[in-house]
């Protein structure tokens, strides 16, 4: 079987794929939504962490100094800390036997599949926010990669540079 490898097909898989698993991720958001949140959380960072082949996504609530925050008290209808929303979510599937091909292909188109694929998760995770009725939170709330740079600030819909949101 030849594996016809094109960045649009590649792309389009990684939207299939993560579409599936769109419902959850709405659920898991409105999860977070509905917290009640200790008063010393300042923000809310939805953070990526970006595998081959899979993603998964926590939310910490975080102060304004770059910290976690933690709730020790006995009040147990606070919440601070750190959510799974989702863990080791498949966004491309290949097969053993076209590995080598893939990364071939890969490796030479990096820089252009990068940058697409960092705004397909963005836009999947702004949809899903969106359903889940993200637009309500009266916390500011941000989508970011972990180890990259620029986050999305889901608040007012606009990259910023990661360091722009502790201020």
């Given at each position: 079987m030849i594996l016809?490898?094109?960045?649009?097909?590649y792309l389009n898989s990684v939207k299939g794929n993560l579409q599936i698993?769109?419902?959850?991720?709405?659920?898991?958001?409105?999860?977070?939504?509905?917290?009640?949140?200790y008063e010393k959380v300042d923000l809310?960072?939805?953070?990526?962490?970006?595998?081959p082949y899979e993603l998964s996504i926590m939310m910490y609530s975080m102060d304004r100094n770059a910290n976690e925050v933690f709730y020790q008290g006995n009040d147990d209808n606070l919440f601070a800390g750190s959510f799974d929303l989702i863990?080791?979510?498949?966004?491309?599937?290949?097969?053993?036997?076209?590995?080598d091909e893939f990364w071939k292909f890969y490796e030479q188109?990096?820089?252009?599949?990068?940058?697409?694929?960092t705004d397909?998760?963005?836009?999947?995770?702004?949809?899903?926010w969106n359903q889940a009725g993200g637009k309500n939170v009266k916390l500011p709330a941000?989508?970011?990669?972990?180890?990259?740079?620029?986050?999305?600030d889901l608040t007012h819909n606009k990259l910023v540079?990661?360091?722009?949101?502790?201020?």
């Open positions: 016809l490898l094109t960045i649009d097909n698993h769109s419902d959850r991720l709405i659920q898991q958001i409105r999860k977070t939504l509905d917290f009640h949140y809310l960072d939805y953070t990526a962490f970006i595998q863990e080791d979510v498949e966004y491309y599937q290949i097969r053993d036997e076209k590995e188109n990096d820089e252009v599949i990068s940058k697409l694929e397909v998760f963005i836009k999947w995770f702004k949809d899903c941000y989508f970011s990669f972990h180890d990259y740079d620029n986050c999305l540079s990661d360091g722009d949101k502790w201020f």
